[in-house]
């Protein structure tokens, strides 16, 4: 299993960014794929997931309304697509496919003015 996560770098409160994960050494279209991050000293917490198919999403509370998950099954790839984002979103994200223990490296998302 091969996760790799791109996308992240710094923002403004209040910007975009979309985070993309390119997956590999599963069936990703039959996979529910999520969408966790990081902050050094908390453990992690899932931000968003989404089903094979893409017909079915689900988002933390903290970032209803605002981040977007998505797939496209033919590129093996995962989105995260953050919109209006605080200061508190500054995190490392990571995808994971929580049917194995494998995490890609992450990617480092910072807001701030």
């Known amino acids: 299993v091969q996760l790799v996560e791109s996308g992240g770098g710094l923002v403004q409160p209040g910007g975009s960014l979309r985070l993309s994960c390119a997956a590999s050494?599963?069936?990703?279209?039959?996979?529910?794929m999520t969408w966790y991050r990081q902050v050094p000293g908390k453990e992690r917490e899932v931000v968003a997931g989404i089903s094979g198919a893409g017909g079915t999403t689900h988002y933390a509370e903290s970032v209803q309304g605002r981040f977007t998950i998505s797939r496209d099954n033919g590129k093996n790839t995962v989105y995260l697509q953050m919109n209006s984002l605080k200061p508190e979103d500054t995190a490392v994200y990571y995808c994971k496919n929580p049917s194995f223990r494998s995490w890609g490296q992450g990617t480092q998302v910072t807001v701030s003015s």
């Open positions: 050494g599963f069936i990703f279209s039959s996979s529910y």
